[in-house]
Nanobody, 117 residues
Framework: QVQLVESGGGLVQPGGSLRLSCAAS????????MGWYRQAPGKERDLVATISSGGLTNYAESVKGRFAISRDNAKKTAYLQMNSLKPEDTAVYYC???????????WGQGTQVTVSS
């Protein structure tokens, strides 16, 4: 069982930056693909970025060049650095942890990010 706790959300002005953190409990963190997803009001939950156990990253087109996902295996933590934030980035951001080729798939409780002047 894996538990994920997100932090770092908040209110920021357009053009600003935030860094989200996702702390994981449980064993074998290094084997899991970590990801960030977001859900705006009235919309589906969408992929933002993922990072594999080997460090390969994948980004949604809308955030490429502005967001960066990373992980610290020693701290069992994944991060999402968000720069040049836009109002359309406003959403609840969810951390995800999944073990490839298995049914193991876990979600955090979400953290609100609001981009507004």
């Amino acid at each position: 069982q894996v538990q994920l706790v997100e932090s770092g959300g908040g209110l920021v002005q357009p053009g600003g930056s935030l860094r989200l953190s996702c702390a994981a409990s449980g064993s074998a963190f290094t084997l899991y693909t970590m990801g960030w997803y977001r859900q705006a009001p009235g919309k589906e939950r969408d992929l933002v970025a993922t990072i594999s156990s080997g460090g390969l990253t994948n980004y949604a087109e809308s955030v490429k060049g502005r967001f960066a996902i990373s992980r610290d295996n020693a701290k069992k933590t994944a991060y999402l650095q968000m720069n040049s934030l836009k109002p359309e980035d406003t959403a609840v951001y969810y951390c995800n942890s999944r073990l490839p080729n298995t049914l193991a798939n876990y979600w955090g409780q979400g953290t609100q990010v609001t981009v507004s002047s």
